[in-house]
């Protein structure tokens, strides 16, 4: 079986540097620190943060006087303010990327536009852009709810989640342009360009492979992006979070197998599903 991995599999740069800083603020463990909300979308990753003090917080604990790493999606303007009042010591985790999103919609508001932020419903990121956005904010999913803006909204500024679909993107702007052909549109591409060639390389793998393998949570927008975008034409698709998903005989037949990996998951979990296929297929060939 020739196995070809997706160069640009695993941790993206915001998460990368989020965990960089979880571990680095808790003293290796020594520390307890929290995030609102799991840091990352991987089971695997998450169990690694716990095991090092750091924990997500729940509706349970009290946030006061803690220590709280802002994950990379970012939070809302007033959650940070109201962990500022509680006495927390904050650590900003949120990803570059996003904070140029924060920042273009603030240039925008400035300028009395409305919003437009395509992404997903209930994303963490999505929740955070559109507290920047505040009232002048409107979260578009698809071209079908282009219509949710407003009548009297004459200028808009269309922004996306770093991690959405391209092509998503791409129809929403177009419906957009050709619903409201009057009204001043200021496009800002703000889909990072790891999401753009992650996504580029999953349409590459899938047409040349016979199968591909997905690796990443299951909660996990960009990996289920990646698993949706691979499973087109009909592509045989596994969408699995580690090794121990994997089981061997649905890779019967199988002579070019492409593997991609969501923004989240660790570099361990996709060499240990690697090294599983190929002892695998050693012995299976020398049996």
Known sequence: MNIIVAKTAGFCMGVER?????LTHSDNGEKRLYTPGPLIHNTQAITMLEQNNIKSLTDDTSPEDKSILIRAH?????????????????????CPMVKKVHRVIQK??????????????????????????????????????????PSHSHR???????????????????????TFPEREIAVEKTICKATSERQNEVISLRDITDMMIVVGGKHSANTLRLAEIAGEKNKRVLHIEDADELNPLELKGVENLGITAGASTPGWVIQ????????????????
């Open 108 to 149: 925008y508001i400035d300028r009395d536009f409305t919003i437009v932020i395509t992404g997903d419903k209930d994303h963490a990121e999505t929740r955070g852009l559109m507290g920047y956005a505040k009232e002048r904010g409107i979260l578009i999913n698809s071209p079908q709810e282009v219509a949710k803006i």
């Open 272 to 287: 240990d599903i690697v090294e599983k296929i190929e002892k695998e297929f050693e012995q299976g060939e020398s049996s």
């Open 156 to 178: 808009l500024c269309i922004v996306s989640q770093t991690t959405f679909s391209v092509a998503d993107f791409d129809a929403i702007v177009e419906e957009i342009f050709q």
């Open 18 to 22: 989020a965990v960089r800083l979880a």
């Open 74 to 94: 970012g939070i809302p303007p007033e959650k940070e303010a109201e962990f500022a009042r509680q006495g927390c010591t904050i650590i900003d985790g949120t």
